[in-house]
């Protein structure tokens, strides 16, 4: 009968270690971070379609709008 090289509860030497539950949720974490990090870069570079003061008067304009129906409807 041979001897294993290794303890029972020990991997074998050259065997790569599974991931961790720790590996796993922080290598989520950092796909996150790096997924934020673009998206800021991309806002901070611009070439927007249309300005945000356009789209703050058309949303202002349809509150108005809805005001109005409901106060003399």
């Known amino acids: 009968m041979t001897q294993p ?3 029972p ?4 030497p050259g065997d ?4 961790t539950v720790e ?3 922080w290598s989520r974490v950092e796909r996150r971070r790096e997924r934020i990090r673009s ?6 570079e611009g ?3 249309v300005p945000t003061w356009v ?4 949303l202002g304009l349809l509150l108005l709008g809805w005001l109005y129906l ?4």
């Open 55 to 58: 789209l703050a008067t058309i």
């Open 23 to 25: 590996d796993v949720m």
């Open 9 to 12: 509860d020990q991997r074998p």
């Open 39 to 44: 998206q800021i870069q991309r806002n901070r």
């Open 16 to 19: 790569k270690p599974e991931r």
């Open 70 to 73: 409901i106060i003399f409807d």
């Open 47 to 49: 070439g927007h379609k």
């Open 5 to 7: 090289s290794h303890e």
